[in-house]
């Protein structure tokens, strides 16, 4: 079945860059966009970008340019995002999800913990 | 950026109750605009799209409705799993927004 892990959970200082893959298998890993979307504790999702498998092209949201970073590696069907110079804020959950269509995100990975604290 | 705002916030709801969550959108949306349910610990679940659509293996008893910028999710007769947060987002103009989400507990 299509399913999407992602690794583990992370501890980081301010300051610091935290990188989180997403393994994809169960369908062409290059035919579909992987967007990544965060979510603080209580809060709604925040969506940060996506990523074309295929041609690595990318697009970020605005309030991550320039700090978010969003590769692949098409061998082993794995998505990475880093997002660097973290602060406290950056606490959250990051999720990578599927785009079936461009609007469609399914499925999403489990998800990984990223917390900034000194 | 496309600010979506969720009514209400929370509600309390019985087994084989009918609930209704709203969505509202800053700017028309069209129809481009999806329903999610996330339970604690997890990842959200696509449940709706493009308004209306019924994602692939969701139960006949979730409905979404609306255009422009007024949508709703109704639960025809809500049953023990689905109760949980139910987020709106939208995905007619980049950045892609999610609304703060409604949290339908058991009465």
């Known amino acids: 079945q299509v399913q999407l892990v992602q690794s583990g959970a992370e501890v980081k200082k301010p300051g610091a860059s935290v990188k989180v893959s997403c393994k994809a298998s169960g369908y062409t890993f290059t035919t579909y966009d992987v967007n990544w979307v965060r979510q603080a504790p209580g809060q709604g999702p925040e969506w940060m970008g996506w990523m074309n498998p295929n041609n690595g092209r990318t697009g970020y949201a605005q309030k991550f340019d320039g700090r978010v970073t969003m590769t692949r590696n098409t061998s082993i069907t794995t998505a990475y995002m880093e997002l660097s110079s973290l602060r406290s804020d950056d606490t959250a959950v990051y999720y990578c999800?599927?785009?079936?269509?461009?609007?469609?995100?399914?499925?999403w990975g489990q998800g990984t913990l990223v917390t900034v604290s000194s | 950026d496309i600010q979506m705002t969720q009514s209400p916030s929370s509600l309390s709801a019985s087994v084989g109750d009918r609930v209704v969550i709203s969505c509202r959108a800053s700017?028309?949306?069209?129809?481009?605009l999806n329903w999610f349910q996330q339970k604690p610990g997890k990842a959200p679940r696509l449940l709706i799209y493009?308004?209306?659509g019924v994602q692939s293996g969701v139960p006949s008893r979730f409905s979404g409705s609306g255009s422009g910028t007024d949508f709703t999710l109704t639960i025809s007769s809500v049953q023990p799993e689905d109760f949980a947060t139910y987020y709106c987002?939208?995905?007619?103009?980049?950045?892609?927004?999610f609304g703060q989400g409604t949290k339908v507990e058991i009465k």
């Open positions: 999800a599927r785009a079936f269509t461009p609007r469609r995100f399914d499925p």
């Open positions: 987002q939208q995905t007619y103009s980049i950045p892609w927004t």
């Open positions: 700017q028309s949306l069209t129809i481009y």
């Open positions: 493009d308004a209306s």
